[in-house]
């Protein structure tokens, strides 16, 4: 991926297994969330391909990313302040609706139906994130931990395979974390879910992945378990730079 004489990405290629929660870490400027932008297909690249269960992503627009199964949340917040966290999770579900403009109007069984479905899914995820003491509650007025896991749930309203998790601790203090840790390894056991995220925050990404991948300059400079990822001498260099 280039913008203009910068190469964003450079041959970056690695795997991530069913079922587990890898982490993506690396310096500002790394290429972290161009990748994510490419994976979302926000962004077209020159060269590669990206593989979901086999199937090239090349030909999918974005607007069909949600419906293949890949669902992502934001560095930056993208809620509708003024609706409901209930109502911002129910349209998370949109894409999984089959009902058309004519049958919608005419309220037909099918359309019924369907709603009960979003209404019983957005129920689960508001009992599972802890949100049923905000559930009615305007968004904007509600405190920015609460927002992004009420960002959280929209995101797995849609029913993915594969959850993409842009800077989830962004913002979020010392205890919130703690919190959020426990949350993502519960959602992801309860949902059978496949998690990528992009962080900063190391303690985080060590306690929660089974796999962390490192970049630098576009490049991957390690890929393993935390463990082996922490003491490789190149991330430690990308870190901390080199002695003097």
Known sequence: MRFGGITALDRVSFSVAAGRIVGLIGPNG??????????????????GDILFEGRSLLATPAHGIAALGIARTFQNLALFGTMSARQNILLGGHCRTRSGFFAGALRLPSVRREEQVLAARADQLVELLDLGGVAQTRVRDLPFGTQKRVELARALASEPKLLLLDEPAGGLNHEEVGALIALLQQVRD???LTMLLVEHHMNLVMRVSDQVVALDFGRVIADGTPAEVQGHAEVIRAYLGEPA
């Open 190 to 192: 309860r949902l059978q």
């Open 30 to 47: 790394a290429g972290k969330t161009t990748l994510f932008n490419c994976l979302s297909r926000l962004y077209g690249f020159s060269e």
